[in-house]
């Protein structure tokens, strides 16, 4: 009877606390730990490294992270890569994975792993869009064919660790990469947010410090310069995975490869030149960025006039502003029609718009030669120094120094 209650006893203590008998902050710290190298390991080895080939990995940490990835979310390299990387290439169509612009925010807030499940079925898919992701032994015969033997074990080695308990650790394992990867970031990062560049689609940056998703929350960033291994583009901004990228590759487990390009300046420079032509072109975005804010002081200034006038509303003067800082071709039907309106009370408000639209023109002009280019670009500083417009004039005095 006492071997019996003994046993049980025993069985019981191992149920309530596992081999290691953790004390509830400690088991807290851990799910946090494991938690955020599993993020850790998605945003360097499956988003930078994989999908966009944004730096090399030393066989080392490669292979860990694999194994990490496998063992605490059973995803699929080739499937994680080409899903990524069809995303990117269709974002916000149809054919978009997970686009919450035409599948709705709360469908892909809520049921995002299920549409990377479905799309991971489509074959084309893989064969189109999943080249160059490992397909050696290990990949074939164990990762592939055998996803869902890591998570299992996990669910072993969990309740073994901790008791029953680690099933709720490996329950919160298990949503972590479907809430923040799949969730937040492809529904809100494509919904809510702010934005440093009004790049094609809707990718906005979450929070301005990347650490509780590895940096992935700065998505308008990586949208815009999406082969950067760096997600962070402002002083502000923070990248934890940056930080862990650039840890490895000074002890030479990493080599980045790209990172988003920065315009260097001459003072002093009295005119464009093929090397400000050339510059203007690779940062079209850190160029259109800075314009934006040109507008947005040049609207500052013209709107202590224009809000006395009855006919212009405080909630039309605001949505206007909003309207002014985005690309002008993106703009619909009725938002130019309000930017109409607007420009019929503010001829510099107009000005800043037309040269906007005539300065993104000039690296959509892929048919003119590089002296015709330059021509335009001189043109355009010409006359935006010569309007009278202060903002202009500054911004053109500061885009004839890029080099």
């Not at 203590?13 to 902050?25: C, P």
């Not at 301005?208 to 502000?236: C, D, M, R, V």
Request: charged share 20%; hydrophobic share 40%; proline share 3%.
């Amino acid at each position: 009877m006492n071997l019996f209650s003994n046993t049980l006893h025993a069985v019981l203590s191992f149920l309530d606390t596992g081999l290691v008998g953790l004390s509830g902050w400690e088991l807290v710290l851990y799910t946090l730990v494991v938690t955020h190298i599993t993020i850790a390991s998605v945003t360097i080895f499956l988003h930078r490294h994989q999908a966009h080939r944004a730096l090399e990995l030393h066989a080392i940490p490669s292979h860990f992270f694999r194994f990490w990835l496998w063992l605490t979310t059973g995803q699929v390299t080739k499937e994680w890569a080409a899903i990524h990387r069809k995303h990117h290439a269709k974002c916000e169509t149809e054919d978009d994975p997970h686009s919450p612009v035409t599948k709705g925010v709360m469908k892909v807030l809520l049921e995002g792993a299920e549409l990377y499940r479905a799309e991971s079925k489509n074959q084309e898919t893989l064969d189109k869009y999943g080249h160059g992701t490992p397909n050696d032994w290990i990949e074939r015969h164990v990762y592939t064919p055998y996803s869902w033997a890591g998570v299992s074990a996990l669910l072993v080695i969990n309740v073994v660790l901790f008791g029953v308990i680690g099933l709720t650790i490996w329950a919160v394992q298990m949503l972590w990469i479907p809430i923040w990867a799949a969730g937040v970031i492809n529904g809100i990062g494509h919904f809510w947010g702010y934005r440093n560049y009004d790049c094609n689609d809707a990718a906005t940056n979450v929070f301005p410090w990347g650490i509780l998703i590895g940096g992935e929350e700065l998505h308008n960033n990586h949208h815009t310069f999406a082969t950067s291994a760096k997600l962070s583009n402002k002083w502000y901004e923070f990248d934890i995975g940056w930080t862990y990228i650039r840890m490895m590759e000074v002890v030479g487990l990493a080599k980045v490869k790209k990172v988003a390009p920065k315009p260097k300046r001459v003072k002093n420079k009295a005119e464009a030149d093929f090397d400000t032509l050339q510059a203007v072109i690779a940062n079209r975005y850190h160029v259109m960025a800075k314009y934006a804010k040109s507008v947005k002081h040049a609207f500052r200034e013209e709107v202590e006039q224009l809000k006395h006038k009855a006919e212009l509303e405080p909630r039309f003067l605001k949505s206007a502003r909003k309207l002014m800082q985005r690309e002008p071709a993106k703009l619909e039907a009725p938002q130019k029609q309000q930017l109409v309106k607007l420009f019929q009370h503010s001829k510099v408000l107009e000005t800043m718009h037309q040269m906007r639209v005539e300065l993104s023109a000039i690296w959509e002009r892929s048919h003119s030669t590089r002296d015709q280019l330059l021509q335009q670009l001189q043109d355009w500083c010409a006359r935006a120094e010569a309007s009278g417009i202060k903002s202009l004039q500054e911004f053109s005095m500061r885009l004839r120094t890029y080099a």
